[in-house]
T-cell receptor, first 115, second 116 residues
Framework: AQTVTQSQPEMSVQEAETVTLSCTYD???????LFWYKQPPSRQMILVIR??????QNATENRFSVNFQKAAKSFSLKISDSQLGDAAMYFC????????????FGGGTRLMVKP | NAGVTQTPKFQVLKTGQSMTLQCAQD?????MSWYRQDPGMGLRLIHY???????DQGEVPNGYNVSRSTTEDFPLRLLSAAPSQTSVYFC???????????????FGPGTRLTVT
């Protein structure tokens, strides 16, 4: 079974600075997707960014980018120019392409943004 | 489109009571699923469905039942609530996944359930 680990329960960043959230995963598969979800206090789960394992190029969505290291099974999220609205829980998730659309989530990282 | 809707938003049950959490989507998604969220454990899959009439168990199915009689609805039933089922429950839906596709899962707003 796949496992996803987020080793930082809490992180803090100053507004306008850059922060990196860590995620590692364990799998024996080669065909999968990785995701970062944001959960603000409203509880809504919001997809931030996705990465296909076969693509070597790191995904980028505006201020959000990932560092995908397939051999190391590492998938970190970098948030540039942090804003107060980035404060939330962030979850890393894994989805095998051979097991339907089931997501395996990490335990989450709470990001605080200081003004 | 309303997206994925869940009712109720909050619920308090006594041990042994039963209830049904409702989930509906209006996007004609084949795939629907239920997750529970507990502190420090992220979201864990309870049950899922790849289409009307087809359901299967996820990681933590014990104590929960599901059925899928229509494409739109996927209710989650607690037959005899226990304090260990105190959690936040999320319903999600998406188009079915084929190899190589990355159809986004859309999540409902969640139901906070407390069992005393």
């Amino acid at each position: 079974a796949q496992t996803v680990t987020q080793s930082q329960p809490e992180m803090s960043v100053q507004e306008a600075e850059t922060v990196t959230l860590s995620c590692t995963y364990d799998t024996s598969e080669s065909d999968y997707y990785l995701f970062w979800y944001k959960q603000p206090p409203s509880r809504q789960m919001i997809l931030v960014i996705r990465q296909e394992a076969y693509k070597q190029q790191n995904a980028t969505e505006n201020r959000f980018s990932v560092n995908f290291q397939k051999a190391a099974k590492s998938f970190s999220l970098k948030i540039s120019d942090s804003q107060l609205g980035d404060a939330a829980m962030y979850f890393c998730a894994y989805r095998s392409n051979n097991a339907g659309n089931m997501l395996t989530f990490g335990g989450g990282t709470r990001l605080m943004v200081k003004p | 489109n309303a997206g994925v809707t869940q009712t109720p938003k909050f619920q308090v049950l006594k041990t042994g009571q039963s209830m049904t959490l409702q989930c509906a989507q209006d996007m004609n998604h084949e795939y629907m699923s239920w997750y529970r969220q507990d502190p420090g454990m992220g979201l864990r899959l309870i049950h899922y469905s790849v289409g009307a009439g087809i359901t299967d168990q996820g990681e933590v199915p014990n104590g929960y039942n599901v059925s899928r009689s229509t494409t739109e609805d996927f209710p989650l039933r607690l037959l005899s609530a226990a304090p260990s089922q105190t959690s936040v429950y999320f319903c999600a839906s998406s188009y079915s996944v084929g190899s190589g596709s990355s159809y986004e899962q859309y999540f409902g707003p969640g139901t906070r359930l407390t069992v005393t």
